[in-house]
């Protein structure tokens, strides 16, 4: 019998309701900026979606300003109560809107329809839900009753810059708990996927939020260095590489401003001979290959048992075969675009080190579309932790190969970075999985599972992946002056 | 006991003021030492004047204790600092003439601070067993897992001691790094370092392994760099930083993205009793996650 194969089930790209234009939001309404516009690309066919309206340093000035009025005369007076239920009416419009914008989202950042669909959307919805419901119960989220039992006050004004690989989602993990807390937001999204963050000021909007509590500037990096430098914030909330965090950290020295970046990763997949194979076999593929690889905390480095290492390799290359990389509309797409030429580029390179390094390379003969910006999924086995595919974050699907044997030595290696955001263990033996997760030095720690995400779980990292965690009545400290 | 005049035809035993590094006492390997006056200007000793290696080897001691203090159980650290106060307590007359010679305060102010600061010390050795419950949490998570979250100790905390309050500041910001399970390296107050002295006797005869906390003596402005600069440590407080050195520390320790402290404008007063800020300063929460099925 012939195996049965996929026919093209692609997403109706209308459904993004895609504009030819788009506009900073500042201040409750859509203005044009004063920075060059920008053209934001489809990863998948290079072509051109939408213009985007940038903002200018003097918005920047406009944004901050806006934000501070709303701070003092609406949204920082105004009872948690009330602003909860502002927040509940985004997170149900969210979940109204979320078929558009898991499309919209999917052209703008190339990742599969499947993945915008079942997980940046409606976790982003279940995130603006979950922290609506603290606005009026901060007085119980264990920082002290406060005034009146309301909790510790927030902090002010927020600058907030987001990155590229989960969009509309990145968004959400700064702008529900800054509200929630009462305090009002300046966004920047990053440069090459504005658009979901832009849609969300529009249904902000809709939703009646007052003028000036959210305001959203796209622009490049230099409008990012302007926001997080600005002397008009409180606070400063950070997610994207290690390098621009220490640069940030650096430039908010000595000023007392409250920062908290969530940084980089090189997490280890720790995989123990008595682990359930198949199933560590399916964690490991969704640690790495998910989002393409551009997920900070992805599973970039196993570390596989020496007794299990050539069994786990072949059942590993055969379950990566399967992969379907291609059109992210296509709802049978596993592996989307790369999100940008640059990030293409710095993804070749580095595997590039890895061959020269002496590392080998296993590529998935998956078929590859024929424009666009791909990279098939890669494996290298024989990999030296002095490699740069086993020290760099590659942020690309890139798995490295390292073997272990014993559990001391597992540890020791995972903990071998400067990073330590996540890991991943992978056994039967309860008591081997939670004598490792103890011992591994990462802020989020997957046990038979990996990349799970959800608005009470908080997250972030240990070192030099940052400070600070999001979600939960953890997440909830850092925009709280406690 | 310091360079006192004899008393009815007897001559004081006075000591010699040491670093104290992985649970030993030595003298700086830079050989140096820099005199020490009371409030009134006498020369009360000649401490040792700590150098950038006094600063690594204190730092590796630090890293070193790390792995045992952190593993201990949270019921054995919380017993071991108040066994830190019993002694506190033991030696309170001692302290009590320290405090007064460094700074200059009367005999009765002097005993507050020193009962302050033993108190503080209780406080903290409660608090061992109680982070992970008031910090920590179980998160519902959406779906078949059981999902935790809870604190763990940053690492190795390099502390810079208030310059004003020489045992109860100092007490005040190294408490906590020991309560959450992180090791220190402290610089002493730079004019009165002789208190920091004291308690590092008193935690060499308390049951604290050696090498979770380390004082050295010297001048703030040339150890801090170092301290701040190091990859191994992960924690900086700020509390008696130089004034014109401060911001070039935080920029220094964000090369290494270390949890900071800053300085405040003004010495804080070590008298208000803590929340639970240094705490959380010096915790990392780590989320578990884990699936629920048959």
Redesign the interface.
């Given at each position: 019998m012939e195996p049965w194969t996929y026919s093209p089930a692609r997403e109706n790209a209308a459904l993004a309701n895609l504009q030819p234009s788009y506009r900073p939001f500042v201040d409750g309404r859509f203005v044009d900026g004063d920075g060059e516009p920008l053209k934001t690309v489809n990863p998948a066919t290079e072509e051109v979606l939408a213009e985007v309206g940038t903002a200018s340093t003097s918005d920047v000035d406009r944004a901050v300003a806006a934000a501070r009025r709303a701070f003092e005369t609406t949204w920082g007076p105004m009872p948690g109560a009330e602003r909860a239920k502002y927040l509940f009416r985004i997170a149900r419009i969210v979940a109204e809107r979320s078929r558009e914008l898991a499309v919209l989202e999917t052209l703008d950042n190339g990742k599969p329809i499947r993945e915008s669909r079942d997980v940046d959307v409606p976790t982003a919805a279940?995130h603006l839900f979950h922290h609506a419901g603290w606005a009026d119960k901060l007085g119980h989220a264990?920082y002290?009753p406060g005034v009146g039992g309301n909790g510790p006050p927030p902090l002010g004004v927020v600058g907030a810059v987001i990155p590229w690989n989960f969009p509309l989602l990145m968004a959400v993990w700064k702008i529900a708990p800054a509200l929630a807390a009462g305090n009002t937001i300046v966004l920047k999204p990053a440069e090459t996927t504005p658009l979901t963050a832009l849609v969300l000021a529009q249904i902000a909007a809709e939703a009646g939020l007052p003028a000036g509590v959210l305001n959203v500037l796209p622009g490049a990096g230099d409008i990012g260095s302007a926001l997080v430098g600005h002397d008009g914030l409180d606070k400063v909330a950070f997610t994207g590489s290690?390098d621009v965090?220490?640069?940030i950290?650096?430039r908010l020295?000595?000023t007392?401003r409250r920062l908290t970046?969530e940084?980089g990763g090189k997490a280890a997949n720790i995989v123990y001979d008595d682990a359930a194979l198949d199933q560590a076999v399916e964690g490991v593929v969704d640690g790495i290959f998910f989002n393409q690889g551009h997920v900070c905390c992805a599973g970039s480095r196993l570390l596989v048992q020496e007794s299990i290492a050539e069994e786990f390799g072949e059942l590993l290359h055969a379950r990566v075969t399967t992969l379907r990389v291609g059109d992210p509309l296509d709802k049978n797409t596993d592996v989307g675009a790369i999100n940008s030429r640059a990030q293409l580029d710095r993804i070749v390179d580095l595997a590039a080190a890895g061959d020269s390094e002496g590392a080998q390379r296993w590529t998935s003969p998956c078929p590859l579309p024929e424009k666009g910006l791909f990279f098939p999924p890669t494996v290298f086995s024989g990999v030296e932790q002095t490699m740069r595919v086993a020290r760099e974050e590659i942020f690309g699907p890139v798995l490295s190969v390292l073997t272990f044997r014993t559990p001391d030595e597992a540890v020791a290696k995972a903990n071998n970075t400067?990073y330590g955001l996540s890991a991943g263990v992978w056994t039967d033996k309860g008591s081997k999985?939670m004598w490792t997760?103890q011992r591994l030095r990462?802020?989020?720690?997957?046990?038979?599972?990996f990349n799970?995400f959800?608005p009470?779980?908080?997250?972030?990292g240990?070192?030099?992946?940052?400070?600070g965690?999001e979600?939960?009545?953890?997440g909830l400290?850092a925009y709280l002056d406690? | 006991m310091s360079l006192s005049p004899p008393v009815d035809g007897r001559l004081g035993v006075a000591k010699t003021f040491k670093l104290y590094v992985g649970g030993a006492f030595p003298r700086s390997e830079s050989g140096r030492s820099y005199p020490v006056s009371d409030a009134k200007g006498r020369l009360l000793a000649h401490a040792a004047l700590a150098s950038r290696k006094d600063v690594r080897d204190a730092v590796s001691a630090a890293a070193g204790a790390g792995k045992g203090w952190s593993g201990a159980t949270a019921y054995n650290k919380g017993q071991v600092l108040y066994r830190v106060a019993e002694m506190l307590q033991a030696r309170r007359e001692g302290l009590v003439d320290d405090v007064v010679a460094a700074e200059g305060l009367t005999r009765k102010r002097a005993s507050t601070q020193v009962d302050a600061a033993i108190d503080r010390w209780v406080w903290y050795a409660g608090w061992t067993d109680k982070i992970s419950s008031v910090l920590g949490s179980v998160n519902p998570v959406a779906g078949p897992f059981v999902n935790w979250s809870a604190p763990e100790p940053t690492g190795v905390v390099g502390v810079l001691a208030p310059q004003g309050s020489s045992l109860l500041g100092l007490v005040d910001v190294l408490a906590p790094v020991l309560a959450t399970g992180c090791t220190a390296v402290v610089v002493a107050s730079q004019e009165r370092p002789l208190p920091a002295v004291g308690l590092s006797e008193v935690l060499a005869t308390s049951d604290v392994p050696g090498g979770v906390v380390n004082i050295l003596t010297g001048a703030t402005a040339e150890l801090a760099p170092w301290l701040a600069a190091h990859a191994e440590v992960h924690g900086l407080d700020l509390a008696g930083a130089p004034a014109e050195l401060a911001v070039e520390l935080e920029r220094t320790a964000a090369d290494t993205v270390k949890r900071v402290l800053p300085r405040p404008a003004t010495e804080a007063d070590h008298t208000r009793v803590p929340g639970t800020a240094r705490l959380r300063a010096w915790s990392e929460i780590k989320t578990v996650w884990h699936p629920v099925g048959r």
């Open positions: 279940a264990g002290g290690t965090g220490k640069e950290q650096r020295a000595g007392g970046l940084l400067p999985a997760a990462a802020g989020v720690v997957w046990t038979n599972t799970k959800d009470t779980s908080p997250f972030g240990y070192a030099e992946s940052g400070f965690r979600g939960g009545r953890i400290g406690a | -």
